[in-house]
Structures are given as C-alpha cells and as structure tokens.
C-alpha cells in the first residue's frame, strides 16, 4: 500500500498545556514541563503511551482569562508557559522521536488587552479602527442587532469612549476581528506563516467557521429554543461562505511549506457545515471536528449512526476526525458511564475511538479514567463557570491537573496548582496504573500498539457488519487483504453476534483470551470489546 500522509494515520493528543506538567513550582503547567514527559508520550517502545502528534492549548501571550483563547501577542509564548526557546526545544525533541506538534490558532477574536485593539478603541479615527467590528447602536441603549453571543447575552458591546458597540461572539473581553478587512486577513495569514516557518506541524483552528459575519448584520430569526442562544437561528453571525475561502488559503499556505496538517474546530448544530470546511478532501482543511460524535449518549446505535452519517457524507479525498474528551466538555468517563461500570465503559469508548476510520484525538488523561472534578466556587478559573454559578457549566471541572502519581498534588507540581487536583488522583494516576496490567492505562497503551502495527487500523476501509444486536456496535477494517473485525458491546447483558466468515482469532479483548478461536458466531460478554483478525488474511503474525 501506498504511504498514507502522517495526520491520516496518527494519533493527537491534546495537552492543556496549564495542567499538564509544571517544571518550575509555579503551579501552572508549562513548556519545559512537557518537555520532561515525552518519554511518557512516546519514548520508541511499548512502555510508552505511542502517541504520534500532540496538540497544544494556546500558547501564545494572554491574560489567561478564557484558557489562553484570548491572544494579547500572536507572535510571542507567555512567559508563563516559558520562552520561544522553550518552544523550539519542544519541537525539536518531539520532531527527533518521530512526533508532530500541532499548535491552537486562535483567528476569530483577540483579547481585549491586544494592542491592536487598544488603538482601535482608541477614536473612531484611528487606522485600526476597522480591524475590529464597530457599530453604532440602532436606538439610545439598544445594540446594532438582536445577535446573541454563545455564553448568552448581547454579542455587543457598549464601549462608552466612542459611543460604538463592538461585536464579540463569545465574551466581551474577546472581541473578534473584522476579516473583511483584506490587513486584517494578510496579517492573521502572516501568523499562520510565522509558525509554520517555526517548525510547527499544523494547527488546530479555533471557531474557523466564526470568521466572518453577514456584512449587513441582518437580525438571526427566531426559533424555539430552552436557551436564548438557541432561540435563534444562526443564519447571519457565523458559518458564512467566506471563511470556506480562508479554509482554501490557509490549505495552500500548509501544502507549500510539505506535510502540515490543518483542524478546524467547526462549532455547529449543522453537520453539514462540518463536512464542507473539508472541501472536496484536498483544497480546504486536511480535518473537521464532527460534533455530531461527542453528542452521543452511551448507545451503540448512536454512535453507529453518527458515524454512518459521516463516511455517507464525507467528499471522496475526506478522512473523518472523531474524538470523545477535549478542554470544553466534560470528560468522557463522567459524561458516558454509569455508576459500577465506569471503566467498563470508558474500555468500549476506547476501542471504538482508537479503532474507527479515521485520526482519533485523545484529551491529556483520558488514559487514566480522569473523571469531571467539582472545582469549589472559590477555585473557579473558567469565566462560564463564574458566570453561571451555582449552574455547574463551566469548563474547571475537565481542565485540572494531569494525575501523574499519587503523592502530594498528584505529581503536578511542587508549587500550588491553578486549579485544585481532584481526589481520584490517588488511584487514577501515571505511576499506580502502569504498575498494573488491568488498567485502563494498559487498556490504551494496547490498542494503541496494535494500531500503529495494523494497517487496518491505521487507514483501511471501514464496513458494518450486519446482524449484530442493537446494543453492539460491530463493523471491519481492511486494508489489503487484512481484515480486523471489531466487536463492541455496549450493554451490561451478554449479546451474541453472527461473523461475516468463519476463521477469526482473537487479536486484543476486554474479557476473551488472546488466540481464541470462535466460530461462525461469538459470545460477547457485558461491555466487551473484541479485536479479531480474520486468519483468511494470510500471515498475521505481525498483528500478534
């Protein structure tokens, strides 16, 4: 088979940079910090965990106010993440163990702290004026539209120095860029350049679809919704047709400069929109996140529905991108388990992640089983969670810090950590799950080996197999003549399910012994998750 490019066969994972390792005792996170955990990340062997990209929260200056999505410098790191020094040295070594560093890109808004906009709120007059979305009211007290911004309230601003209102989609300390300002657009380009020309694999596109807004700030119409936010229908203030054209330029900026990789964050309730931000698989984003996965409740109907959606809809050059855990959501094994059977679940979840067509993106401790923590109101940091307290939306809970052992503050820092370590850091952690072969550690150090040594796995073909019960989710990989049967079975009762062929032995299992033999059918225990590689295939011993 011909070499597939790196961001179809990789593994991300994404690091909250804040809480991932604090090298100097300042309780935050850091670059240096990272640094010192490659060979937990991939060290050439099986002891590690045999990721193949990581994916940085931003790093960029900011006041840290929304997790770093609101830039003061594009061109700087914050010092309190380290030096641009620090940066290199980060890419380097992870360049020199095989591994791709992919950086967030913020391009929808800055911080209100950015210089830019200081002199654009500075008068009227100013040359920067129009770098940012300004408007005069409609009346005396009422903003220029009825557009709401997504943590609710008016998306306006008053800024009472000019008498204007500024446009923010998200936070009013966000305010976001006018890209049909061709500087704007040259210099956010620019950016993207001078990261890239760092060493930089690709990024991750913060709200790519948010970069433009209807140009005569027509009012959304109404719906029915629980929320305001949702009472609207978001026809005008984002997913227009001109952020597709910076897709497009920002593809051929990556294909100059070799191999790059570009993930948009498509943040919609229209899959539709997510699919179009690939294009036709070669001319816009290389991947698209597919909200329609992470929306899923624990139904092996569910998920197989959202993901036949995607392979149906995909463009012929598409490759899906699926995910269970990221910064914004709470974390997978409070959001799908069940109590008694959290990692029983949480095993299932991650066979079906590391095991369907396409590049899987695994959320820094997600390994571990790290559950939704309950930050107390003093310890808030989220600015949702401030919010909307005693509301428990805010974002603290899957952002704290990674649970590297079992000693004082998991391991993390020396110092105080940023946010405080949940209390399961004394069994879900680094040091006490690799000393045990039943972990769920074990468990993704296993499927992960297995797929980086499967072509299947890695970029074969995906198909259902059919007759399989309602709560199993089954289907096959194949590339070639390997073919590799996954079998999940996301009831807490034992399911039978017929093979499409007989000849299958068992690669990888929740509860079935390495080599088993079934026959035309087999017995799948209460949340089983079962690899079977079809001995037709010829040698498989490489898949051993």
């Known amino acids: 088979m011909p070499d597939s490019p790196w961001w179809k066969t990789a593994v991300i994972y994404q690091i909250a940079v804040p809480s991932f390792a604090d090298s100097n005792g300042d309780g935050r996170g850091d670059l240096r910090g990272i640094l010192g955990k490659l060979d937990y990340l991939n060290d050439g062997t099986e002891r590690s965990l045999g990721v193949d990209a990581i994916w940085l929260t931003p790093v960029n200056t900011s006041p840290l106010r929304d997790f770093g999505y609101d830039v003061a410098d594009y061109r700087a790191i914050d010092p309190r993440f380290g030096t641009m020094a620090d940066f290199e040295e980060l890419i380097n070594a992870c360049h020199a163990r095989g591994m791709r560093v992919i950086m967030d890109l913020v391009l929808n808004h800055t911080s209100d702290q950015h210089p830019w906009f200081a002199e654009s709120r500075s008068s009227r007059e100013h040359p ?104 609207q229908r978001h026809l005008h203030d984002f997913s227009q047709p001109e952020s597709l054209e910076v897709a497009q330029d920002l593809r051929r900026l990556a294909d100059s400069l070799g191999e790059r990789t570009l993930m948009g964050e498509v943040c919609t309730d229209t899959p539709e929109d997510c699919v179009a931000y690939l294009g036709d698989g070669t001319n816009r984003l290389h991947l698209s996140f597919y909200l329609d996965f992470i929306r899923q409740r624990w139904s092996a109907s569910g998920f197989r529905g959202a993901v036949g959606w995607l392979e149906e809809h995909l463009p012929a050059g598409g490759w899906p991108c699926y995910y269970l855990d990221n910064h914004d959501l709470q974390r997978s094994l409070t959001r799908l388990g069940t109590r008694g059977a959290e990692d029983a679940r949480a095993r299932v979840a991650a066979a079906m992640l590391l095991t369907l067509r396409g ?10 089983g790290m559950v939704q923590s309950r930050v107390p109101r003093q310890a808030l940091d989220d600015p949702v969670g401030v919010r909307f307290w005693p509301l428990r939306v805010g974002r603290d809970g899957s952002r704290t810090p990674m649970q590297w052992s ?82 999940l079975n996301f009831a807490a009762r034992a399911a039978t399910v017929p093979l499409p062929s007989t000849g299958w032995w068992c690669l990888l299992s929740t509860h079935t012994a390495v080599g088993t033999h079934p026959g035309a059918y087999v017995v799948l225990q209460p949340y089983e998750a079962l690899l079977l590689a079809d001995t037709a295939s010829g040698d498989n011993g490489h898949l051993a």
Do not use: C
């Not at 204007?164 to 989609?169: F, L, P, S, V």
């Not at 657009?185 to 807004?213: P, S, T």
């Open 128 to 231: 920067r004026r129009d770098w940012y979305v300004w408007r005069d009211g409609r009346a005396p007290g009422k903003p220029p539209n009825d557009w709401l911004a997504v943590v609710e309230g008016s998306a306006w601003a008053l800024d009472e120095l000019s008498g204007q209102y500024y446009y923010h989609a998200f936070l009013p300390f966000q305010p976001d860029l006018n890209w049909r300002n061709p500087e704007v657009r040259r210099e956010m380009l620019d950016v993207a350049a001078y990261w890239l020309g760092k060493g930089v694999d690709g990024f991750r596109l913060d709200l790519i679809n948010f970069l433009y807004e209807d140009p005569q700030l027509r009012d959304n119409p109404l719906r029915f919704g629980v929320r305001p936010y949702l009472a």
């Open 406 to 487: 079992a000693g004082p503050n998991a391991g993390f820092t020396t110092g105080t950590p940023w946010l405080p370590v949940d209390r399961s850091f004394t069994t879900r952690n680094v040091e006490t799950e690799q000393a045990e072969p039943g972990s769920l550690l074990s468990w993704y150090k296993s499927l992960l080996h297995l797929r980086r040594r499967t072509p299947a796995l890695r970029d074969g073909d995906y198909r259902m197999i059919e007759g399989a019960p309602s709560a199993v989710y089954a289907y096959v990989r194949q590339a070639g003549n390997e073919r590799v049967a996954v079998l």
């Open 359 to 368: 590049t899987p993106i695994v959320y820094y401790g997600q390994e571990l």
